[in-house]
């Protein structure tokens, strides 16, 4: 499938439905629209359009390539207008191919979404955003998908990981999309399959709707110890007397033993199976237990029934430290439609398919050569025998 083809297939899957498109990116010209960020003076990375070192198709995988080892990597663009997700839903999504994941691969890949005002050459780490998304991984250990939104200025990261399976962590092409809509929920997908849904609420430390009443404090008779010592319970005669060890019963003296200068010969100490340790007394429920006490909850003031939407998002941007380098982005969309996306994504299909044929093959080529066997071995030389013969 070559650039035609991908452009074709793309403006099919547009008009095949109805959602706006903010921005989309194919990576099949250059990257005029885009501005290099240099946050990290002589330490930023260089981005560079190329399909890597296997493809199925080098003219349709063309995509936003690391090309430098241990850098920092920023660059911006703006979208098509600015979207304001208030009464929309919002998708963001794209793909990532990862050439030189094995076990010791560490770099982030994620994308994110901003204020216009934080894009241009000194985007970076501390430049405001609203929603970061997509892949993080380092070694096998860490392989999760980023979920970040920004609430009054905090970052808010998914309080419960989206990790990704063994399966899933390889190095080939995987499309994650992001989908915030607007009844409170959220699904992240992975090559189209959702991973991960719910309740944006519940998923992340948004403002509960009620929090404690700081007036309100526990009775002075609360009981909330749920059980209390059996008074009735008592220790049973004999239990301290029970040793701890005794002599070993089938230990017996060495012949050679003498008393008199090996003085009074004695059995080895065993532990005693009929020792039964400290007593103590038996614990039964405490029949005036009332439970864990609670404060009262009241209306939280900064509670907001609608999270995770912003009406200034006007930019979007890969702010990455990354320690291999050799990731391709692609297919890249900000959309308010999940039919949309998920159309968009089946551009990432027909090459996803064949990497794993085109990648065993790449590295049948490139194989280390097999050192030649040496026609005859040279005779070993004892340097010390030599040293005698002079």
């Not at 990116?25 to 296997?54: C, V, Y």
């Not at 094995?102 to 985007?123: D, H, N, Q, R, V």
């Not at 808010?156 to 009844?183: C, G, M, P, R, S």
């Not at 309740?199 to 992340?204: P, Q």
Request: charge should be negative.
């Amino acid at each position: 499938m070559g650039i035609f083809s991908k452009l074709l297939i793309a403006s099919t899957l547009v008009s095949a439905v109805c959602g706006e498109v903010y921005f989309k990116e194919t990576f099949d010209g250059d990257l005029s629209r885009w501005t290099n960020s240099n946050w990290k003076a002589g330490q930023m990375g260089k981005f560079e359009i190329t399909s890597g070192d296997w493809n199925v198709d080098a003219s349709a995988e063309k995509g936003l390539t690391t090309t430098q080892p241990a850098r920092f990597y920023g660059i911006t663009a703006p979208l098509d207008k600015t979207l304001n997700t208030e009464n929309k839903d919002l998708v963001l999504q794209f793909s990532v191919k990862h050439e030189k994941r094995e076990y010791s691969f560490c770099a982030g890949g994620y994308i994110k979404l901003m204020p216009l005002s934080s894009a241009g050459t000194e985007f970076g780490g501390d430049s405001p955003y609203q929603i970061m998304f997509g892949p993080d991984m380092c070694g096998y250990d860490i392989s999760r998908i980023h979920a970040i939104f920004n609430h009054n200025g905090e970052n808010l990261l998914k309080e419960e990981d989206i990790k990704l399976e063994y399966a899933d962590k390889n190095e080939f092409t995987h499309v994650y999309t992001l989908h915030v809509k607007q009844d409170n929920t959220y699904a992240v997908y992975f090559d189209s399959e959702i991973k991960s849904e719910g309740s944006l609420h519940d998923g992340w430390g948004f403002p509960n709707k009620t929090i404690d009443d700081p007036t309100d404090s526990k009775p002075t008779d609360w009981v909330d110890e749920a059980e209390i010592v059996d008074v009735t319970d008592t220790k049973p005669e004999g239990w301290d007397d029970i040793p701890a060890k005794i002599p070993d019963p089938e230990a017996t003296k060495p012949d050679d033993w003498d008393d008199e200068d090996d003085g009074e010969w004695e059995a080895p100490m065993l532990a005693n199976p009929e020792f039964k340790g400290e007593w103590t007394q038996k614990m039964i429920a405490n029949p005036a237990y009332k439970g864990e006490w609670s404060p009262k909850q009241i209306p939280n003031p900064d509670f907001i029934e609608k999270v995770g939407f912003y009406n200034d998002i006007g930019a979007i941007g890969l702010d990455l430290w990354v320690v291999n380098e050799g990731s391709i982005y692609d297919n890249i969309m900000v959309t308010d439609s999940i039919e949309e996306a998920l159309e968009f994504a089946k551009l990432s299909k027909p090459t996803q398919d064949g990497e794993e044929d085109v990648k065993k093959a790449w590295d049948e080529l490139n194989k280390p050569a097999e050192p030649e066997a040496a026609e005859a071995a040279d005779p070993v030389v004892d340097a010390e025998e030599v040293h005698t013969e002079l």
